[in-house]
């Protein structure tokens, strides 16, 4: 339905032929919670609680500000803040304008994010005071949360109709073709995953914890079922690359429901199960589930549901979800992804569109509200994985052909079968090796390229392998040359943790690249140029032989570099956990992100055990607390 025309009386029309979404949209149902229990808690944040009548009314003003600046049905707004109060508050702003949000996250490239604003046609920014909002694309006007314009506006609700099918945001995955795709999702996407679901609570007296990345629909799952459900929110302001600290936050706020990513979770299982024990429902997905780690859960948190969540970005958050019993990490076919969860639909197709008979794998095709309106300004793509659903009543109806395949059991629960395509996550990222490929390939000095993933014992993906065959025209780049090449495009996640240079790539007999045929990247590869000077003291010698197991590599030295050598923030976790059991030194994350060179790590361990480190728990809160303070004076507690 085309509703950018309508007249008002039109979309009011529109708007009372769906009554299971209320005519305002997500900002409607947000608002009749805040009309219902005004003085609950909805936000817990580093400078306060903020309550719904509160949230709301900052909100409003910030949306009447950003009507009179011109956002409306149609539109799109982009949103550079950090993970506070205030994206929360320009979240629920902009939804209210009719408009949809665009978050323009810290830490893409700067080339990825002109992009974005430019194929949504962002005309405003949200961002705090200070930054420069046409750094993207000239004329974007930027708004302040503190500005007076705003702070001065009317508290009293827009009144903006909004319609079921208006897009709410944009987020973006990966593509294969080099080039990222953002997904138009509509307001109807969003509540039929919780709502009236007994699988987690959200409702009054639940509390969630926001921790997850902006630039997904990680951010959906901690923000919306609490918010327009009665629930509170705590915001988590530190790293959140670091899930134990998450799952401390979680436990010191007495949160009830906390969603990890399955690596996250692994990483909080390894280092201390037992902070996770008082929440009531922890849902936990975005890749294959680890039995051992699962089992592992089960046995130390009996009051705990586990909840194993499965769906594309496409179809938001959740598309099945599967309660996990004792007996599910013993399943030889894997842990259930199980069944269709609220008003989605799911169906196991064949190459030709016909459902497969049970226990034959197919693909995964998910129809109902939660699918979105197709990838922007893609036709040819959304024509492709977009498709008209046969199985819906709904004229017009289309499901989403996820790539993914599974398998239905005899106890009609499904199985994931793994992808169709070179599709991987990593750390919960979905992550397209054929776009790195052709970003690396668009190096002048590169003649052929090819990217994979590197795989641990579980075969989870840890991260990305390039390879590359250089051209030998002018001066040959070093690997650290083309890493940097892909960083100007990229996020870190998607920068491979190795280049290997190669004379000619493997082909098979039909003239395709022999991906089995490729060498694995060796410890030179990893290191790039860093020159191998032995560890000199036990410390650096113990810690050497820490990363060595951690990162599955040889030979480590004093020049090499935790993260140059494949590592990233779960397994720096995994290491400030060892450091802090084997020397009783509590050494923060950050210290490793400002250099984690082998012997100036091993320097601030001596100095930490000297007598300048405090007892773990004590300083783990400091630093969470310093984490939050950080943000204090720019976020939306201010």
């Known amino acids: 339905m085309n509703v950018d025309g309508d007249t008002e009386d039109e979309r009011r029309k529109h708007a009372a032929d769906t009554p299971a979404v209320p005519a305002g949209g997500v900002g409607a149902a947000f608002e009749a919670w805040a009309r219902r229990t005004p003085d609950a808690a909805a936000l817990v944040c580093s400078g306060g609680t903020l309550s719904y009548r509160e949230l709301n009314e900052?909100?409003?003003?910030?949306?009447?500000?950003?009507?009179?600046?011109?956002?409306?049905?149609?539109?799109?707004?982009?949103?550079?803040?950090p993970r506070s109060a205030d994206f929360v508050v320009a979240m629920l702003a902009v939804l209210k304008t009719g408009a949809a949000y665009v978050p323009l996250e810290a830490g893409q490239s700067p080339a990825r994010l002109a992009r974005m604003v430019a194929e949504n046609h962002i005309g405003l920014e949200v961002a705090p005071e200070g930054q420069d909002t046409d750094l993207f694309a000239p004329g974007v006007r930027g708004v302040d949360p503190c500005e007076p314009a705003v702070m001065g506006g009317s508290p009293h609700d827009p009144g903006v109709i909004v319609l079921p099918d208006d897009v709410m945001y944009v987020p973006y995955t990966s593509g294969s073709t080099g080039t990222p795709k953002g997904a138009e999702v509509p307001?109807?996407?969003?509540?039929?995953?919780?709502?009236?679901?007994?699988?987690?609570?959200?409702?009054?007296?639940a509390v969630t914890v926001h921790h997850s990345s902006l630039s997904w629909d990680g951010h959906v799952l901690d923000l919306y079922p609490a918010l327009l459900s009665g629930g509170t929110v705590v915001i988590f302001e530190g790293d959140a690359g670091d899930p134990v600290a998450v799952a401390r936050t979680?436990?010191?706020?007495?949160?009830?429901?906390?969603?990890?990513?399955?690596?996250a979770f692994n990483t909080v299982v390894d280092v201390d199960v037992h902070l996770l024990r008082g929440l009531q429902h922890l849902l936990i997905g975005g890749e294959t589930l680890s039995p051992t780690h699962v089992s592992r859960a089960l046995a130390a948190l009996p009051g705990t549901r586990i909840v194993n969540g499965y769906g594309p970005s496409e179809c938001t958050v959740f598309s099945t979800v599967h309660p996990i019993a004792a007996a599910d990490p013993q399943d030889a076919d894997g842990i259930p992804i199980g069944r269709a969860v609220g008003d989605r639909t799911v169906h196991l197709l064949d190459g030709l569109g016909r459902p497969v008979p049970d226990g034959v794998p197919g693909e995964v095709c998910v129809g109902g509200p939660g699918v979105a309106q197709g990838y922007l300004g893609?036709?040819?793509?959304?024509?492709?994985?977009?498709?008209?659903?046969?199985?819906?009543?709904?004229?017009?109806?289309?499901?989403y052909r996820t790539g993914d395949r599974a398998a239905l059991g005899a106890d009609g629960l499904l199985r994931f079968g793994g992808r169709s395509d070179d599709q991987v996550k990593i750390r919960g990222f979905r992550v397209e090796p054929g776009e790195v490929t052709q970003l690396l390939r668009q190096h002048p000095a590169v003649l052929d390229a090819v990217v994979v993933p590197r795989r641990d014992a579980q075969g989870q993906c840890l991260d990305l392998t390039a390879y590359a065959v250089?051209?030998?025209?002018?001066?040959?780049?070093?690997?650290?040359?083309?890493?940097?090449?892909l960083r100007q495009d990229l996020p870190p996640v998607m920068v491979p943790a190795a280049v290997v240079l190669l004379e000619r790539m493997p082909l098979t007999p039909n003239g395709k690249v022999d991906k089995s045929a490729l060498p694995a990247a060796s410890q030179d590869s990893r290191t790039c140029e860093t020159p191998h000077v032995p560890p000199q003291t036990d410390t650096e010698r113990r810690l050497a032989a820490m990363w060595e197991e951690l990162l599955d590599v040889r030979g480590v030295g004093r020049n090499h570099d935790f993260f140059r050598l494949g590592g990233q923030s779960l397994l720096a976790t995994r290491m400030v956990a060892r450091i802090r059991r084997i020397y009783g030194a509590e050494l923060p994350l950050r210290t490793l992100y400002r250099g984690a060179r082998l012997a100036d790590v091993a320097a601030e361990i001596d100095r930490l055990r000297?007598?300048?480190?405090?007892?773990?728990?004590?300083?783990i809160t400091r630093v969470a607390r310093s984490a939050r303070a950080t943000h204090q004076g720019r976020s939306a507690a201010r």
């Open 250 to 263: 979680a436990a010191e706020h007495g949160a009830t429901v906390l969603w990890l990513s399955a690596a």
């Open 610 to 619: 000297s007598g300048d480190a405090r007892p773990p728990a004590d300083v």
């Open 470 to 485: 250089l051209s030998g025209a002018g001066d040959a780049p070093s690997p650290d040359v083309l890493r940097e090449h």
């Open 378 to 399: 893609r036709p040819a793509l959304t024509a492709e994985r977009f498709v008209p659903d046969p199985f819906s009543r709904r004229p017009g109806a289309r499901m």
């Open 58 to 81: 900052r909100a409003n003003r910030m949306a009447h500000r950003l009507i009179e600046l011109g956002a409306g049905a149609g539109g799109r707004v982009g949103l550079r803040l």
């Open 187 to 205: 307001h109807r996407a969003v509540e039929g995953f919780f709502r009236d679901e007994t699988y987690a609570f959200w409702g009054p007296g």
